[in-house]
């Protein structure tokens, strides 16, 4: 038996609310705070407001389960920490405590064991911006960027609205995990000569984690070739046990450091993603300045991060490593179960041997010679399911799809037997 299944027993997933939100009937029964469907009604929620299908009352819920973010609460403290503020009812500008560079430094030497300093590390607005910053500040229009493909989809949009040249340099769907082609890779280098790369580290969407000598392979390449590395570790703490993550820093080389950006944030660790706050490490002190001028060109580095994104953050990094540790085993748990039940009852869907990192399935289901416009049919207007087509991800994701399984078990539980009455012969 998959541990903490039979909860699913005591969680009805087909109760839905005066709103048309799903929840669970009886939630006094549920022991894990993660097994509860929430109410989200009202909370300007994006993964759950198209869930809510009132022109088709008739037809069985929405299920939700796209975008990056959790179904679960945050942790505790920051909630109370941020009712406790907000409490106050006096919302002017704020300023920055040291505490909370002294809080995101500790975190990451403490479970990665890299050192960043106060001055190396640059509070903004989301991830995304700062990528777009580091493609102006290190690039030229018209030159090329390098990603590996399948991707997270708004790099594609980051480099075309920047007016530079995509490179693309796909992963290899090996047996049992997708993989980098190393000779492939430089190949693409020296033909194309990008001046970035742009690594996605983990890997969304394939949920690769990649290994400490992937990484210097990798890195080492583009110093040979002088390719700027902006580095998105946003997935770093969502790392299952079989896997290690090692960070670009960690490989503590300074003609690395000295072309490099690594960009962080507590929003996929701690489900804090609608405040959009990140934390952008660089290491030397002249790219510092250049991704600092090109951002306060740009209008979008002002005050730090202001009060809200500071306390969540601060206390997120400082009181939040057991409900981490809690979190990370129940999504283990929920992938765990997908793979068992689509390789007992549809196992003409390739997926990764085992997880590795992120909460997404990665599922292929080409074998069953779909389109992608008959996947996406099949899967919102049969199956009801609010998934991520892959091919969003690029031309090497058509055929694929991207599921969040950062949710109840009862919604995933749901999700899959759909998906296996909709398949089964
Ligand atoms: C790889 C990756 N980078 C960046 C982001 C978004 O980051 P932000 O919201 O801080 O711009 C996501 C969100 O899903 C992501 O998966």
Request: charged fraction near 20%.
């Amino acid at each position: 038996m998959i541990s903490g299944i039979t909860v699913l027993n005591r969680a009805p997933v087909h109760q839905v609310s005066a709103n048309g939100n799903l929840l669970s009937a009886n939630t006094a029964a549920i022991s894990n705070s993660r097994d509860r469907i929430p109410d989200m009604g009202n909370t300007l929620s994006l993964k759950w407001q198209r869930s809510v299908d009132s022109a088709n009352p008739d037809k069985l819920p929405l299920l939700p389960l796209w975008i990056a973010d959790m179904d679960f609460e945050t942790v505790p403290t920051v909630k109370e920490a941020l009712q406790q503020r907000l409490a106050n009812g006096v919302y002017g500008y704020s300023y920055t405590p040291d505490s909370y560079k002294a809080a995101v430094s500790e975190w990451f030497k403490d479970r990665f064991n890299y050192s960043v300093r106060a001055n190396e590390i640059i509070p903004f607005s989301g991830v995304i911006p700062a990528i777009i910053t580091a493609i102006h500040a290190f690039t030229k229009p018209g030159s090329g960027i390098i990603l590996q493909t399948p991707v997270y989809h708004p790099f594609y949009k980051a480099v075309s609205s920047t007016g530079r040249r995509l490179i693309r340099s796909p992963l290899i769907q090996g047996k049992n995990r997708f993989e980098i082609d190393f000779a492939a890779f430089e190949r693409t280098i020296e033909a194309e000569h990008p001046e970035l790369f742009i690594l996605c580290s983990p890997h969304n969407p394939t949920g690769r984690v990649f290994s400490k000598d992937e990484i210097t392979a990798l890195t080492d390449i583009c110093l040979k070739h002088g390719v700027f590395i902006v580095a998105d570790e946003i997935h770093s703490d969502i790392v299952f046990p079989s896997s290690a993550f090692t960070s670009v820093l960690n490989l503590e080389n300074d003609r690395l450091n000295d072309r490099l950006i690594v960009c962080t944030s507590p929003s996929k660790t701690f489900n804090l993603a609608g405040i959009a706050n990140a934390n952008i490490f660089i290491k030397n002190a002249e790219t510092r300045t250049r991704f600092l001028d090109t951002a306060e060109s740009l209008g979008l580095h002002g005050h730090g991060p202001n009060f809200i994104q500071s306390i969540a953050t601060e206390t997120a990094y400082r009181t939040g490593s057991y409900w981490l540790k809690e979190t990370l085993s129940y999504i283990k748990d929920n992938l765990s179960y997908a793979y068992y039940r689509l390789d007992e009852e549809l196992p003409d869907i390739w997926h990764s041997a085992v997880p590795e990192g992120t909460y997404f399935l990665w599922l292929d289901f080409r074998k069953y010679g779909f389109s992608d416009a008959e996947l996406e049919k099949l899967l919102l207007t049969e199956c009801r399911i609010q998934a991520n087509q892959g091919y969003i991800f690029g031309k090497e994701g058509s055929g694929f799809v991207r599921i969040n399984a950062a949710c109840p078990r009862a919604i995933l539980k749901e999700a899959i037997d759909r998906l296996v009455r909709a398949l089964k012969c």
